[in-house]
DNA sequence: CGGCCACGAACTGTCAACAATTTTTGGAGA
DNA sequence: TCTCCAAAAATTGTTGACAGTTCGTGGCCG
């Protein structure tokens, strides 16, 4: 929580209040306290931070930017939904993404980072043999972030996990399929034979298809839902366009 | 120009102020009226569109965000300058996204669509018959635009525009060889091929294939510019690291 | 003549206040 | 009891002002 009770002075000026509210909204949407849809009370939160409105209206407008806030007129910012076809649209995108990921790191990827990246798989193996779903989830976000990483492409870098955050503002989460964790980190096992072997083209291959494998697996769960829970209607046809391959 | 004098009215509260300096800054930036490095003075700025410096930091907040713009504390906001190496890294990233939004494309494309993009086809080949380097490069645009709007994916027609906007930031503009666009519209041409066949993997890797090609190009006029031009010095040793293919 | 320091101007970061708009409340009428 | 409407409360969009920082200038000292 943002305090400035040790600092009475009128401006610190070591630092700007913006980019610590926008990571405190970040957070509290991460951790569920700012649900999808609701509004963004300017006054309130500004309020809790002991700031004026200035400076959450900043952090508001750049978390607008980055597709976590929406604004409407008059009426402020709102937490963003993100419908179930942005959310397939996103699976796409990322799967483009890993794959160039997979390919620039095949070629320059170091053997700390391949050592990482085999640990990493080991920790997930012990994680699915618990089972600790929970861990599972932390160490294949971490999987994937180290790839990216690997890539020592700067742009991806700071995109990936944008598109991550987005992506965990899709209604229902929990989207990890306690089945599919082996299918997934044999997945992971591949892709790490191919970044040391140094093969491009196998790299990106196999991480686009691990995504796209995951967005199969996601729709798959939304079939589930929508078959055992009939309140919320059947799926719109439009889903079904986005096709794989 | 944004100008107020219509509306002597305080408030007009029909639309905010933001977005449309959002945009007039991006146009400021698109022009090279506003040129990179160079330091945007949120008075002058404020004064010039004859409203007040809070809007005006809320849409530089944005266009920090969307990597426009870069802040420094207590000095402000700064147009961005794309160094090579990011320059080299986005071009990476576009061919991802642009192969991933072919094999969407080629899915769903309409018949429609890909008259669309026979023409402009057809009008580049005229543009380089002419010669004429200026509309070669819009029809250029406006293709690759076309084609990501007919992969239906939303995420991906708002994102691939950013990307654009922030190469356009590099600081060597006309990054078009005239002895490349017959190449390049050749490509187009296998493309629309593909596209029409229907076949995802084909577009996919033809589209990467193209934009990879346009960094290829891009280096070498990199490297012709260095050689000829010795002030500049040699290129960073860094930039070679990232491997095509 | 050159470097250093102090002073003033310019500018940023933040705040408090105001007007317009939206939302809520309370009650009158059917 | 329910619906509709008007007034009050709450909230947003914007503004002008203030404090602190950075930048530029000129004088002083070596």
Redesign the pocket.
Same mark, same amino acid.
């Not at 509004?39 to 309130?44: D, I, K, L, P, Q």
């Not at 007129?73 to 402020?76: D, F, I, T, V």
């Given at each position: 929580m943002l305090r400035r009770a040790a600092n009475p002075? &009128? %401006?610190p &000026?070591t630092a700007?209040?913006?980019p610590l509210i926008q990571r405190e909204i970040e957070r509290m949407i991460g951790t569920g306290e700012l649900t999808g849809g609701t &509004?963004?009370?300017? *006054? %309130?939160l500004a309020l809790r931070l002991g700031? *004026? &409105?200035?400076?959450v209206?900043e952090a508001c407008r750049a978390l607008e930017q980055i597709g976590l806030l929406r604004?409407e007129?008059?009426?402020?910012f709102f937490v963003r939904e993100v419908s179930t076809k942005e959310a397939l649209d996103l699976y796409d995108i990322r799967a483009g993404l890993f794959g160039t990921a997979g390919r620039l790191a095949a070629a320059i990827v170091t053997t700390v980072q391949l050592r990482g990246l085999e640990e990493l798989i080991g920790e997930m193996d012990a994680a699915i043999e618990a089972p600790d779903i929970a861990t599972f989830y932390t160490l294949n976000n971490e999987f994937h972030r180290q790839v990216v990483v690997a890539s020592d492409n700067d742009k991806l870098i700071e995109l990936y996990p944008l598109l991550e955050a987005e992506l965990h503002l899709f209604r229902r989460r929990g989207l990890v399929l306690p089945g599919s964790m082996r299918t997934s980190n044999d997945e992971h096992k591949a892709i790490l034979d191919a970044l040391r072997q140094g093969d491009c083209t196998a790299a990106a291959r196999l991480l686009e298809r691990h995504i796209l494998a995951g967005k199969a697996r996601f729709l798959r769960t939304l079939e589930d839902d929508s078959a055992t829970d009939a309140r919320r209607g059947p799926l719109d046809p439009r889903h079904l366009r986005s096709k794989d391959r």
């Open positions: 002075a &009128r %401006t &000026r700007s209040f913006v &509004r963004v009370n300017e *006054s %309130t700031i *004026s &409105r200035g400076p209206r604004s007129l008059n009426r402020g």
